[in-house]
Structures are given as structure tokens and as C-alpha cells.
């Protein structure tokens, strides 16, 4: 199939030329000439490519993405958190992807929040700004009042973003898929369930419900916690498309001075968000995946601030054992519980070099095990686990994946409030302190319970599906195909074997019975049938002998 057959060309044919020549002027078009090399010739052509040749491929990648607005941003942010499948450098350069937006004029914020919340905005705010505070591809922030007297923040939705969006991914869809059909490269990345996922992350993110619902919840579960606060969700004040949230009154953690600031327990700072972040993972199973300084305030009373939780991760109790165990294996640089961890959650491909990638993880735990934990950096160390895995075309789960990427930000934002932080010294104990609890007799009653449930749920359903398949048995619907590999050689030297067993027999005969022609008392045919015989049991006799050394 060709580009321009396809049904998203011939519906959406402006964007998809716009999508494929952005593509092409940033020098990102390459996989998709292979398909059909005169299309961006034909249609778009390449334009002087001589500056963007000087540009590192991270950076035209990033170019590229903010240049085609809010679903390639929110694609890069994605794939930013994916160094299994990318290269590092431009998961790296993607982190610093920037969401600007120009914003929408006063009265197109204003009509969307009287359409979603049903209302004047002079009943619904005793005060609203209508300059925005900033402006980013999803939508604007504004800053206003309640009747009560609260400073709030009001994030409103730019229009026609959400059939932007789908649009998009259906033409980046199609064009999956036709580069899985004719490329190797696309067919290792999986590049449709990339793009599938991604699809259902952003499409989440347009529906600000979801995120208050997040708000709600994390400021509930670290309500005790007295040096982190969460912004106030106000769930009267928000809707699909608009999000209202309290104000809060301090710094990013990007514009912290490096120096100087007095009475800012920076230590303190650092720890209370490692912790608050290994407490999501481990305690809770749903964490903010995108913890870079640009979401991490400092108040003005000194507490630490988190801010955008449209993105979040889940994880189950089975994912958070794995991530444990890695976690405590790379602590413990143990290299063979790496493989074996690898092993067990890991996408491998047809064929893997065991002994290379044995040896790849033990060139990168060497430094571990000689070097102090204190200076031990997380970063680099995951940095090079997942250079090695995409390396070996070794595919993470994506929320395991996420999560490593998770830990390398945690510790680069860290160190915005604390530069001498080390999060291994943060995670040894923690994972100590995990693994005793998950010793604990309460919590081996709870699995020994879980456990058990499933056994029982599983021989409760034994007897209806013994049922159903010998039903199927005896309908015939059942069929079973026995596939036997590398039997063929010995399936040959067998048939051989017999030939020349026939051939022996059948050339002695004719020798006894003197078989005619008859030259010089001797039987020609029995006697060279005889000869031609022994030398092929002769030659057979080798080969047994050959493959069986």
C-alpha cells in the first residue's frame, strides 16, 4: 500500500502533509522514503536541509514535535520516559520539551468555562484575570477568586484540541502500521502498541476530570505528611474541559539559587520528595510520572509543592515486587539477579547473545561493587542499564520502564535542592525496609490468602473447562498440530539406510543366483550393486559418526 491510498491521507490530506513534510525538513523522514521514495519529493520536497544537518538528532526530534503542537509534545513526553526503546540522548533532549502555546483571546476562555461549568464567569469568580499566567499546547492558566476569599487557578482548555489530537494519532496509526509491514526497525519497536498507548495517555489528559480526580487522591494519601502540600482540587469549579485548583505561593525548584538561601533546609527538601515519590511507587501503586523541576514548587513557607498530575502511572503488587527486586539487586550488585530479573519481566527478541549481555552487566556493575554508596549516582547507572537492554533489543514493560525513568528524573530534580544528594542512600534502606515488611507474618498471611483465592477460583472453573473441551474434543473442533524440528537430517539418514540395506540384499542375491551378464564366471550387476552398497553404508557409517562427536 501507498501513503497517499491511505484512508487518513485522503481524509486529513493537509495534516498529513504537514506531519510528513515536518518530518522530512528536520531529517526524520528517512524510514518512510523507504516506503515510497518519490512521495516527499513529490509532495513536499526536502528544502535546504544544510542547518538542520548540524543539529543532533535529539534536537530535531524535539524540534519537530513542538513545531507539530500538543500530540507530538505529549508523544515526546512519552517516549522521553521510554529509554528502552529510544536512544538516551534523545530521551534526554525530549525532557525538555516545551508545551507553549499562544493563548487563546479573553472571550474564547471565557465561553469555554460558561459552557463547562454552566455559568457567568462573574458568578462563578469574584475575580478573574484575564491575562493568563501561562499558556501550553493543552491549555491556559488563569488566576482568579472565590467568594470565600481563596486565590485559585483556573486552567482552561484551549478549543478543538481534543479533534486535533484524535486526527493525529489516527494519521500516525496508519503510518505505524504500514512501516511495521515493511520495516524491521518499526516491527522491533512495536511501533502500533507505542502508539496505541500513547494514544490512550493523552486522550486522558484532555479530560481534566481525570487529573482533579488524581489531585484528589494524593492530597488525601499524604494529608500527614507536614513538609509536602498538594494543591486544593475544587471539583465545583471544574470540568471536562476546565480544572480549578487552589494557588499556591512559592518557587520552581529550577529557579532555586544553587547558593545563598537562607534558612531553606535544602537535605530536608530532597528527602521529603524521594520519599513522597518511593511512597506512591511502593505504598500507594499510582505515582506522578513527571516529576521534572518544572512540577516541583518551594513555598514560601519552606514545605515542598507538587504540581500536573495529568500524568500517572499504576502499578500492581507483581510489578512492584519486580521493581524491588532490581532495585534491591543494582543495591546489592548482584548481576545475576539482574539477568534473572531481566529475564522474567523483559521482551526479548527471537535470538539474544547470552554470554554478551552477561557480560555487558557485569561491565556496568562493576563500578557498584567497589564504590561507595554515597557515591553511587542512580542516573547514570539506569542510564547504562537501559543502554544495555535497547542494545540487546531487550523491551521493558511500559510501566516498568516509566518507573526507571521515574528514579533517573527523582534524582536529577533532587539535586535542584540539594546537590550532594544520592538516592541510592535513600533507596538502600527503603528497599531494606520493604523487604522486611513483605517478611512480616501479616504480609505472608495476605499473599498465602491471595494465593489461595486463586487456587480455589481456579479449580472452581477445572470442571466446566474439562467439559467444554471434551466437548469440543468430541465435535472434532479441537486440532493439534505436532511440529517436530531438526528431524529432517535424521529422517534422511534413515531412508538412506534403508535404500542401501535393499540395495545389499538385492545385489547379493543376484551375485549367488549368478545373475545374468555373466563376464568371466563374474555377475556384473549383483557385484556392482553389492560394491555401490558397502561404499554408501560406509559413507553412512561417517555421517553417524560426524554428528554424534
Given at each position: 500500500?501507498?501513503?497517499?491510498?491511505?484512508?487518513?491521507?485522503?481524509?486529513?490530506?493537509?495534516?498529513?502533509?504537514?506531519?510528513?513534510?515536518?518530518?522530512?525538513?528536520?531529517?526524520?523522514?528517512?524510514?518512510?522514503?523507504?516506503?515510497?521514495?518519490?512521495?516527499?519529493q513529490r509532495w513536499l520536497g526536502h528544502g535546504d536541509l544544510e542547518e538542520v544537518a548540524k543539529l543532533g538528532l535529539g534536537e530535531r526530534v524535539r524540534l519537530a514535535c513542538e513545531a507539530l503542537?500538543?500530540?507530538?509534545?505529549?508523544?515526546?513526553?512519552?517516549?522521553?520516559t521510554r529509554p528502552d526503546l529510544i536512544p538516551l540522548d534523545v530521551a534526554q533532549e525530549l525532557e525538555r520539551l516545551q508545551s507553549r502555546a499562544p493563548a487563546d483571546d479573553p472571550a474564547t476562555?471565557?465561553?469555554?468555562?460558561?459552557?463547562?461549568?454552566?455559568?457567568?464567569?462573574?458568578?462563578?469568580?469574584?475575580?478573574?484575570?484575564?491575562?493568563?499566567?501561562?499558556?501550553?499546547?493543552?491549555?491556559?492558566?488563569?488566576?482568579?477568586?472565590?467568594?470565600?476569599?481563596?486565590?485559585?487557578?483556573?486552567?482552561?482548555?484551549?478549543?478543538?484540541?481534543?479533534?486535533?489530537?484524535?486526527?493525529?494519532?489516527?494519521?500516525?496509526?496508519?503510518?505505524?502500521?504500514?512501516?511495521?509491514?515493511?520495516?524491521?526497525?518499526?516491527?522491533?519497536?512495536?511501533?502500533?502498541?507505542?502508539?496505541?498507548?500513547?494514544?490512550?495517555?493523552?486522550?486522558?489528559?484532555?479530560?481534566?476530570?481525570?487529573?482533579?480526580?488524581?489531585?484528589?487522591?494524593?492530597?488525601?494519601?499524604?494529608?500527614?505528611?507536614?513538609?509536602?502540600?498538594?494543591?486544593?482540587?475544587?471539583?465545583?469549579?471544574?470540568?471536562?474541559?476546565?480544572?480549578?485548583?487552589?494557588?499556591?505561593?512559592?518557587?520552581?525548584?529550577?529557579?532555586?539559587?544553587?547558593?545563598?538561601?537562607?534558612?531553606?533546609?535544602?537535605?530536608?527538601?530532597?528527602?521529603?520528595?524521594?520519599?513522597?515519590?518511593?511512597?506512591?511507587?511502593?505504598?500507594?501503586?499510582?505515582?506522578?510520572?513527571?516529576?521534572?523541576?518544572?512540577?516541583?514548587?518551594?513555598?514560601?513557607?519552606?514545605?515542598?509543592?507538587?504540581?500536573?498530575?495529568?500524568?500517572?502511572?499504576?502499578?500492581?503488587?507483581?510489578?512492584?515486587?519486580?521493581?524491588?527486586?532490581?532495585?534491591?539487586?543494582?543495591?546489592?550488585?548482584?548481576?545475576?539477579?539482574?539477568?534473572?530479573?531481566?529475564?522474567?519481566?523483559?521482551?526479548?527478541?527471537?535470538?539474544?547473545?547470552?554470554?554478551?549481555?552477561?557480560?555487558?552487566?557485569?561491565?556496568?556493575?562493576?563500578?557498584?561493587?567497589?564504590?561507595?554508596?554515597?557515591?553511587?549516582?542512580?542516573?547514570?547507572?539506569?542510564?547504562?542499564?537501559?543502554?544495555?537492554?535497547?542494545?540487546?533489543?531487550?523491551?521493558?514493560?511500559?510501566?516498568?520502564?516509566?518507573?526507571?525513568?521515574?528514579?533517573?528524573?527523582?534524582?536529577?530534580?533532587?539535586?535542584?535542592?540539594?546537590?550532594?544528594?544520592?538516592?541510592?542512600?535513600?533507596?538502600?534502606?527503603?528497599?531494606?525496609?520493604?523487604?522486611?515488611?513483605?517478611?512480616?507474618?501479616?504480609?505472608?498471611?495476605?499473599?498465602?490468602?491471595?494465593?489461595?483465592?486463586?487456587?480455589?477460583?481456579?479449580?472452581?472453573?477445572?470442571?466446566?473447562?474439562?467439559?467444554?473441551?471434551?466437548?469440543?474434543?468430541?465435535?472434532?473442533?479441537?486440532?493439534?498440530?505436532m511440529v517436530h524440528t531438526g528431524l529432517e537430517a535424521t529422517v534422511n539418514r534413515l531412508v538412506s539406510g534403508l535404500l542401501c540395506a535393499a540395495m545389499l540384499l538385492g545385489g547379493a542375491m543376484?551375485?549367488?543366483?549368478?545373475?545374468?551378464?555373466?563376464?568371466?564366471?563374474?555377475?556384473?550387476?549383483?557385484?556392482?550393486?553389492?560394491?555401490?552398497?558397502?561404499?554408501?553404508?560406509?559413507?553412512?557409517?561417517?555421517?553417524?559418526?560426524?554428528?554424534?562427536?
Amino acid at each position: 500500500m501507498r501513503l497517499t491510498a491511505l484512508p487518513q491521507y485522503k481524509r486529513d490530506t493537509a495534516r498529513f502533509l504537514e506531519i510528513t513534510g515536518t518530518l522530512a525538513k528536520f531529517g526524520l523522514a528517512e524510514h518512510i522514503e523507504r516506503i515510497e521514495p518519490d512521495f516527499l519529493q513529490r509532495w513536499l520536497g526536502h528544502g535546504d536541509l544544510e542547518e538542520v544537518a548540524k543539529l543532533g538528532l535529539g534536537e530535531r526530534v524535539r524540534l519537530a514535535c513542538e513545531a507539530l503542537g500538543p500530540t507530538f509534545v505529549k508523544l515526546g513526553q512519552i517516549l522521553s520516559t521510554r529509554p528502552d526503546l529510544i536512544p538516551l540522548d534523545v530521551a534526554q533532549e525530549l525532557e525538555r520539551l516545551q508545551s507553549r502555546a499562544p493563548a487563546d483571546d479573553p472571550a474564547t476562555a471565557r465561553r469555554i468555562i460558561e459552557e463547562e461549568l454552566g455559568g457567568p464567569v462573574e458568578e462563578l469568580f469574584v475575580n478573574f484575570h484575564d491575562e493568563p499566567l501561562a499558556s501550553a499546547s493543552i491549555g491556559q492558566v488563569h488566576r482568579a477568586w472565590l467568594a470565600d476569599g481563596r486565590a485559585v487557578v483556573v486552567k482552561v482548555q484551549h478549543p478543538g484540541v481534543e479533534e486535533r489530537v484524535e486526527v493525529d494519532f489516527d494519521i500516525l496509526a496508519a503510518i505505524a502500521g504500514l512501516l511495521e509491514r515493511h520495516d524491521e526497525t518499526a516491527r522491533s519497536l512495536q511501533l502500533t502498541a507505542v502508539i496505541r498507548e500513547a494514544r490512550r495517555s493523552v486522550l486522558g489528559e484532555l479530560d481534566f476530570r481525570r487529573e482533579l480526580r488524581h489531585l484528589t487522591y494524593f492530597r488525601r494519601a499524604f494529608a500527614d505528611e507536614p513538609g509536602l502540600l498538594l494543591p486544593e482540587p475544587i471539583p465545583e469549579r471544574s470540568a471536562r474541559r476546565v480544572m480549578t485548583m487552589g494557588y499556591l505561593e512559592g518557587r520552581s525548584v529550577a529557579k532555586i539559587e544553587p547558593a545563598g538561601e537562607a534558612g531553606l533546609d535544602r537535605r530536608a527538601l530532597a528527602l521529603t520528595g524521594a520519599h513522597a515519590f518511593l511512597d506512591m511507587v511502593f505504598r500507594d501503586g499510582v505515582f506522578h510520572a513527571d516529576p521534572h523541576p518544572g512540577n516541583v514548587m518551594v513555598l514560601d513557607d519552606g514545605r515542598l509543592a507538587l504540581l500536573d498530575f495529568g500524568m500517572v502511572g499504576r502499578v500492581d503488587r507483581e510489578t512492584q515486587d519486580d521493581l524491588l527486586d532490581l532495585m534491591l539487586a543494582f543495591v546489592q550488585a548482584d548481576e545475576r539477579e539482574i539477568l534473572r530479573i531481566i529475564r522474567r519481566i523483559g521482551v526479548f527478541p527471537a535470538e539474544v547473545d547470552d554470554a554478551a549481555l552477561r557480560r555487558d552487566i557485569l561491565e556496568f556493575q562493576g563500578e557498584l561493587s567497589t564504590a561507595p554508596i554515597s557515591e553511587i549516582e542512580v542516573g547514570p547507572l539506569l542510564e547504562a542499564f537501559t543502554s544495555t537492554l535497547r542494545r540487546h533489543r531487550i523491551q521493558l514493560p511500559a510501566t516498568v520502564s516509566m518507573l526507571v525513568k521515574l528514579l533517573i528524573m527523582l534524582e536529577g530534580t533532587s539535586r535542584y535542592l540539594d546537590p550532594g544528594f544520592a538516592l541510592m542512600e535513600v533507596l538502600r534502606p527503603y528497599c531494606e525496609k520493604l523487604v522486611l515488611r513483605r517478611a512480616a507474618p501479616r504480609e505472608r498471611a495476605r499473599r498465602a490468602l491471595e494465593t489461595g483465592r486463586d487456587w480455589t477460583r481456579l479449580l472452581g472453573r477445572l470442571p466446566g473447562l474439562l467439559d467444554d473441551t471434551a466437548r469440543r474434543i468430541e465435535r472434532g473442533q479441537v486440532k493439534i498440530d505436532m511440529v517436530h524440528t531438526g528431524l529432517e537430517a535424521t529422517v534422511n539418514r534413515l531412508v538412506s539406510g534403508l535404500l542401501c540395506a535393499a540395495m545389499l540384499l538385492g545385489g547379493a542375491m543376484l551375485w549367488a543366483l549368478k545373475a545374468p551378464p555373466v563376464i568371466a564366471g563374474i555377475p556384473v550387476v549383483g557385484v556392482f550393486a553389492t560394491l555401490v552398497a558397502l561404499l554408501h553404508g560406509i559413507r553412512l557409517l561417517w555421517q553417524v559418526r560426524q554428528a554424534g562427536s
